[in-house]
């Protein structure tokens, strides 16, 4: 993987985060390339990380063997068309764009081989995990290379059908700003029991990572880790008991339903005919 060059197209939040976590897993920032309008952001680019930047999406591109499209969906035909004639059969094209279809970045840049990766925003704290998907022309050895590109700002799955990248953004593409909202939540009823709102923040969010770390660490499943924090008629089980009688589980489902409905429309409205 060091050995290869890899170019950004668009290097905002989460094209630096991968650009840290590629150089901090040994990547030498030589092999990293960027492409940015903004000159001042361009400057911190070299600043920050030492790598190649250049004004000129093609001039990026040159050489490069995987080549990472990180610009907002609703620009991508355009730098797509513009950056198509500068490209190289072979070259490895993955994309963090939500909502745009590797049917339609084939269309608009030829039919190249294309990874589709669902980020989520941990992966600005190389806590991330990311739902990846790879068009038929997509080679195993490429398919290792873009779990590695991904797994440089925390972890990855991947997808067999395309679709699924839609239950993926309702799960984790959208899912750290549900628990955002019950961390908040969370807060707010601590406040209204008598807490001051620092300790009530406080004691919801270090619960919350410790809870993550729980889940994520254990030879268990969630539902054991719960019944085992659940003692029978206990505080626990009250507030168990009464997110149950109000619909919690149907409600999630409503909810991510709803997100992974708009993930679709959006790939329909983004996408070229």
Known sequence: MNNLR????GAGNMAASLIGGLLAQGMPSGNIHASEPSS?????LTDDFGIHVHADNATACTRADIILLAVKPQIMRDVCLALAPALQPGQLIISIAAGISCASLQQ????????RCMPNTPALLQQGISGLYAAAQVSDTQRQQATAVMNAVGSSVWVAEEQLLDAVTAVSGSGPAYFFLLIEAMTDAGVRLGLDTATAARLACQTALGAAHMACQSDVDVASLRAQVTSPQGTTDAAIRSFEADGFRPMVERALQAAAN????????????
């Open 6 to 9: 890899i170019a950004f197209i």
């Open 40 to 44: 001042q952001r361009r400057q911190q």
């Open 108 to 115: 608009w840049l030829g039919h190249l081989p294309v990874v």
């Open 262 to 273: 708009r993930s679709a429309e959006l790939s329909c409205e983004l996408g070229s005919g």
